[in-house]
């Protein structure tokens, strides 16, 4: 009944001598692209009993709707009704005794009091309204905004309607000489829906063709940065589903979406993220998504014979030598670890960093390691937390044996020791049943994508 609610709802609003039920079968009539007002017959010659009507294929209503329509029950009207000169006459009847919502749509260089003028109500009545509108809203009419107006036969403003945007209306009430004004909230709901693409060209290009927003691609590609990098790693016929959710109000998508599901296959290996209700995204078991480090890149704490310094002074020409690392006075040849999952981006030697060695972290951090007396990784591997990349060294510009490790946020090098780490907990107990349970269904919408 998706399609029916806007216009059901309007009806309830309004003060109108037709029960719902007869207003029923005037809308679904006049979809038959037959006109309204020849089909409205006095109320008197309505039918009272429920018939169901289908929808005849010519219409092109989508599949979704026609089945909608067909399990409803609709009050019709007699076939002989149709083509008779009376109706008109009983819409006649219809204004004459009720005020009737009028609609305005408002037009560029529009203002509230030419607005009022067209429609012939006094500007008395405009004051009136004004001074109810503690929140402004009728100072700042948009071109395309739709006023409603109820206006009884002494030409009184009955009520004042005004939708802000789709969720929200104010509402101005005739209240004894003046008026009380309200915000009317409407109900939303959620509704799922799968989408589901193939990667041709960039995953961007692919994501957008197949319904993303630029925001959900971007969320994506953040979700599995540890895992995947978008621009490298994801190749041609590829493959992605996503669930998003989406709200409606009156059938009427108001913007607002958000991930539940994605799925994306890179050479036929599955990658998984799942929204969990406290808005994180966890894999299909529950563990995080985000990839946690440890403080340090060695097996044993070692001493720090240098700590980060960005306002160290050499000792002997004064002259500031920014330290931008910290330095573990360790033996040649002691292990040193990966601080967090990541990729090797450079291992190489330098005149005076020796054998040094890069890793990224996702998108944010980057990790280095000066010194070294020998790599145990390649440009271009992946590494675990806690795998061993290399052995410290005493190479470079370097005073004795050492290991120097700087920790880089956004390119930029912070205390190693004092920089907060992502955290990496992932859902245990009650929220991890709750979750798994979830995720079941979620499996199931995005195999039907
Ligand atoms: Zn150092």
Request: aromatic share 8%; net charge positive; glycine share 8%.
């Amino acid at each position: 009944m998706n399609f029916l609610r806007p216009i059901q709802s309007r009806l309830q609003d309004m003060p109108s001598p037709l029960p719902r039920r007869h207003l029923y079968g005037i809308l679904l009539l006049s979809g038959l692209t037959l006109t309204t007002a020849a089909l409205i017959p006095s109320p008197g010659e309505l039918m009272d009993r429920p018939v169901r009507i289908s929808i005849p294929a010519s219409l092109h209503v989508p599949q979704q709707q026609q089945e909608q329509v067909d399990s409803t029950e609709f009050y019709a009207l007699p076939d002989d009704d149709i083509g008779a000169a009376e109706p008109v006459d009983a819409l006649d009847e219809i204004a004459a005794s009720e005020p009737e919502w009028q609609e305005y749509v408002v037009q560029n260089g529009d203002t509230l009091s030419t607005i009022f003028n067209g429609l012939g109500l006094p500007l008395s009545t405009m004051y009136k309204l004004l001074d109810a509108d503690e929140n402004r809203v009728l100072d700042g009419l948009r071109p395309g905004q739709t006023l409603y107006l109820l206006i009884d036969e002494d030409n009184l403003l009955q009520e004042f309607k005004i939708q802000r945007d789709i969720m929200h209306t104010r509402i101005f009430s005739r209240s004894g000489e003046g008026y009380q004004s309200r915000l009317k909230t409407e109900e939303s709901h959620w509704e799922s829906r799968s989408l589901n693409g193939t990667i041709n060209g960039s995953f961007y290009l692919s994501a957008r063709s197949a319904g993303l927003s630029a925001g959900q691609i971007q969320k994506i590609a953040n979700l599995f940065q540890w895992q995947l990098n978008f621009a490298r790693d994801l190749r041609q016929g590829d493959t992605f589903r996503v669930v998003v959710k989406r709200e409606f109000v009156e059938g009427q998508n108001t913007g607002k979406a958000e991930l539940q599901a994605v799925e994306i296959v890179n050479s036929g290996r599955s990658y998984q993220a799942f929204r969990h209700e406290d808005g994180n995204f966890y894999d299909a078991e529950g563990n995080s998504m985000e990839r946690g480090f440890v403080r340090i890149p060695l097996k044993h704490h070692s001493r720090i014979s240098s700590s980060f310094n960005l306002h160290r002074k050499h000792p002997v020409t004064g002259r500031v030598r920014p330290h931008k690392g910290t330095d573990f006075a360790v033996p040649v040849g002691t292990p040193v670890l990966a601080p967090g999952d990541g990729v090797v981006v450079k291992a190489v030697h330098h005149r005076l960093a020796g054998n040094y060695l890069v890793i990224r972290h996702g998108r944010k951090y980057t990790t280095r390691f000066l010194h070294l007396s020998k790599f145990l990784v390649k440009p271009g591997d992946k590494v675990r937390r806690g795998q061993r990349i290399a052995l410290s060294g005493n190479t470079g510009r370097s005073t004795g044996p050492h290991l120097h490790y700087e920790f880089l946020v956004n390119n930029r090098q912070v205390d190693p020791m004092q920089v907060k780490l992502p955290m990496a907990e992932g859902l245990t107990g009650n929220a991890r049943q709750q979750f798994l349970v979830r995720v079941k269904q979620l499996k199931h919408q995005l195999a039907a994508g």
